[in-house]
C-alpha cells in the first residue's frame, strides 16, 4: 500500500469521524444562539472533544499527506529522456493546480451551502463520498503507474546519517 493510499483513507477516516458527530446529537453540544446573550452556550468536552479532534487531527495528517504525495507521484509518470514525455510534467501541473483551485472554489460554494441549508451531515456525507470516489479512481488506475523503485539502505539509518554524518561512514 503506497503512502498516497494510506493518507487517502486516512483522511477519509478523519471526515468519517466528524460527519458521525454531526449526525448523531448525543455526540455535540446543544444548539447555541452566539448573538443572543440569554442562550447558554456549552463547549464540547470528554469523549466527544475527543471524536472532533481526532477527526481534525486525522484529515490534517491526511492532506498533508496527499499533497505532498500526488505531485511527486504524478511527476514520477513521466519519463524525462523522451522527448514527447519531457515537455508533458509543466502541462500536468497547471492542471493540477487548476484542479485544487477549482475544487477549493467548488468546496467554497456547494459544500458550505449543504452545511448551511440542508446540514452539517450532509456537507461531510459529499466530502467523504468524493475522498472515496476519489481513492478508489487511484487504486484502480494503480496497475497503470510507472513505479520507480529507488534502491536504498534502511530508512533508520539514513536518517541517523543525516543527524549524524560521521556516524556510519
Not at 472532533?52 to 487531527?57: C, E, H, S, T
Not at 529522456?81 to 519531457?86: F, G, L, Q, R, T
Not at 467523504?128 to 513505479?147: D, E, K, L, M, Q
Amino acid at each position: 500500500m503506497s503512502i498516497n493510499q494510506i493518507m487517502s483513507l486516512t483522511y477519509s477516516q478523519g471526515i468519517l469521524l466528524l460527519l458521525v458527530q454531526a449526525r448523531f446529537p448525543n455526540l455535540k453540544p446543544p444548539p447555541c444562539i452566539i448573538f443572543d446573550p440569554t442562550s447558554h452556550c456549552e463547549r464540547v468536552h470528554g469523549g466527544n472533544a475527543a471524536i472532533l479532534y481526532i477527526g481534525l487531527y486525522l484529515i490534517a495528517a491526511g492532506m498533508a499527506g496527499i499533497k505532498a504525495g500526488v505531485p511527486s507521484h504524478g511527476a514520477d509518470q513521466f519519463d524525462e529522456n523522451d522527448p514527447h514525455e519531457a515537455k508533458q510534467p509543466s502541462s500536468f501541473f497547471n492542471w493540477l493546480l487548476l484542479s485544487a483551485c477549482a475544487g477549493a472554489v467548488f468546496s467554497l460554494i456547494f459544500i458550505v451551502w449543504i452545511q448551511t441549508d440542508v446540514g452539517w451531515d450532509w456537507g461531510f456525507g459529499v466530502c467523504a463520498i468524493g475522498s472515496f470516489v476519489g481513492t478508489i479512481i487511484y487504486v484502480a488506475g494503480i496497475p497503470r503507474y510507472r513505479i520507480h523503485v529507488i534502491q536504498s539502505t534502511n530508512p533508520i539509518t539514513d536518517v541517523i546519517k543525516v543527524c549524524d554524518p560521521f556516524a556510519l561512514n
